[in-house]
């Protein structure tokens, strides 16, 4: 038990640290949280024309749009102009609360793969460093990679980028921890 304890709170630091440099010191997010000098405009704009907070898809349909309507809206916009817009009507950030459940998170996750490496019967050090590196990709293809796939974000490299080093760096770690003679 103390070994996957310790396993996933120092696994998770290591997650939470690179999560942490990739989204500000190395900026390699910064493609998908570009400025525009209209931001002023396009936000008030925004801001009378939407009434709730929401991500919404432009072109798109209500709910209760007919397959033709969805037909006929897909061939009209085919070449045009798009957009995903995540709208809020008051930013409130508590950037203390955000950085505690991230890394919460990030524990939560790494005593997962803790826990399945302990029902392994003696892993290798290189098994714990691949079984860590494949949890990074599925964590990517399942989540920022298939987003991708129907809405094209900028920083899908950077989430990629995200599931080899920080996952490959808890393996690292991982991988001493479990494989270490007691």
């Known amino acids: ?5 310790i396993g996933a709170l120092v696994g998770g ?11 500000t010191l190395l900026n390699l997010h910064g493609k998908a949280f570009q400025y525009t000098p ?12 939407i009434t709730e907070d929401g991500q919404y898809l432009m072109p798109g ?39 505690i459940r991230g ?13 399945m490496l302990s029902k392994m019967n003696l892993p ?16 990517f293809l399942t989540a920022p990679y298939t987003g991708h796939i129907w809405y094209q974000t900028f920083d899908i490299m950077a989430f990629f980028m995200d599931a080899i080093v920080g996952w490959g760096a808890c393996g690292l770690w991982l991988g001493w921890w479990f494989s270490r003679k007691v």
Not at 1 to 5: D, P, Q
Not at 124 to 139: E, M, Q
């Open 1 to 5: 038990m103390k070994k996957l304890v």
């Open 13 to 23: 630091i290591i997650i939470f640290l690179w999560q942490f440099l990739s989204f």
């Open 38 to 49: 209209k931001q002023e405009e396009i936000l008030n704009s925004l801001n009378s024309q």
């Open 61 to 99: 349909l209500p709910e209760n749009a007919t397959s033709e309507e969805h037909e006929a809206l897909m061939k009209s916009g085919e070449g045009k102009p798009w957009a995903l817009v995540s709208y809020h009507k008051a930013r409130e950030m508590n950037m203390a609360m955000n950085m």
């Open 103 to 115: 890394l919460l998170v990030d524990i939560i996750a790494v005593g997962m793969l803790c826990w």
């Open 124 to 139: 290798s050090f290189g098994t714990i460093l691949t079984a860590s590196i494949f949890t990074g990709l599925i964590v």
